[in-house]
């Protein structure tokens, strides 16, 4: 199965306590791609400024990534530049150019319009929209946002819960769309307006899946060492994502088995800069770190004979 994948094909400069990178490979699409790539086909949909190093993206497409989508446009690429602290869960941004990506349009091929699998990464509600109006057969549709979004657009947003089976917002997000400061309360309340799931990410400290009469928690990998965490949370999505249309299941065995993927990819994105990592990573690795959280989150339900609760 194929997921269709729309977002920022972007260049990033990021400063970490750990070392530094200029102008490197970034952007939701990017990061999703580089994850998603690893379980399934992803067709990508973006636009980038003629300064942009396309030829960078061969590994995408080496897996099997459709890059036909990109439009390549006169001026600049989008562009971001972030400072992390000690804590790495703080950031300043330095500086934000959007160039070519402030008039983007997603225009989806017409081979693309089928894709049984989609991500809406965090672009304006409105052109969230205009993607699904293109597709015709999706199954799963799974869509990202921000606190820019929620803020400046949130009628177009909450429109948009209606057209989404998944909703991917970090702790502080779900809190502000929802104005609940609960968590459970939060999420309840998203899947009042559309979504069947939803997918609050939290970080070095994992993830929670919310579904109708259960939920599923995964936590972050304990890493010795972290030097980038830009994208950890797209490259979360790729990895879920992808292990859901390579499974083409919606069970629950599934969606969980699908969140400790995503939560491995995600660790995998903060190893490297920008998606040194994923790019190079194996499958014997990916196998190996699934099997780690297995060990790490198991535990005997029942007391063995002589032990004491």
């Known amino acids: ?26 952007g939701s699409a990017v990061y999703f791609s580089a994850a998603a790539t690893l379980f399934s086909p992803v067709q990508v949909v973006g636009v980038v400024g003629d300064d942009y190093p396309l030829a960078e993206l061969r590994f995408l ?10 439009e390549q446009r006169r001026g600049e690429s989008f562009f971001w530049a972030g400072r992390y602290h000690y804590d790495l869960n703080s950031r300043d941004t330095l500086e934000t150019k959007l160039g070519v990506f402030a008039d983007f349009e997603p225009k989806i091929p017409e081979l693309f319009r089928d894709a049984s699998h989609v991500f809406l990464g965090n672009i304006d509600p409105k052109l969230q929209h205009d993607v699904l109006d293109q597709v015709t057969s999706a199954d799963v549709v799974a869509c990202d946002t921000m606190n ?16 989404v089976r998944i909703l991917m917002v970090n702790d502080e997000e779900v809190r502000q769309l929802a104005g609940e400061v609960n968590l459970l309360k939060a999420a309840r309340w998203v899947q009042s307006r559309g979504p069947e799931f939803v997918i609050v990410k939290k970080g070095e400290h994992g993830a929670i899946l919310f579904a109708k009469d259960w939920l599923f928690y995964v936590p972050g990998f304990p890493l010795e060492e972290v030097f980038d965490p830009t994208g950890a949370g797209d490259s979360f999505a790729g990895g879920f994502m992808g292990h859901l249309a390579r499974s083409g299941s919606m069970t629950p065995a599934a969606l969980r088995r699908a969140m400790v ?3 491995a990819l995600g660790s995998f994105a903060c190893e490297r800069f920008s998606v040194e990592r994923l790019r190079d990573v194996r499958a014997d690795e ?9 060990k ?11 032990d004491h609760v």
């Open 1 to 26: 199965m194929s997921i269709l994948c729309v977002g920022s094909v972007a260049l990033d400069s990021v400063e970490t306590p750990f070392g530094q990178a200029d102008r490197v490979l970034g």
């Open 61 to 70: 497409a080496d897996r099997g990534a459709d890059l036909s989508g990109i």
């Open 148 to 163: 820019y979004w929620i803020e400046g657009n949130r009628d177009s947003l909450i429109d948009l819960l209606g057209r």
């Open 261 to 263: 993927y995503g939560s």
């Open 286 to 294: 990916i196998h190996d770190r699934v099997e780690e959280f297995r």
């Open 296 to 306: 790490l989150t198991a535990f005997e339900a029942h007391v063995p004979a002589g």
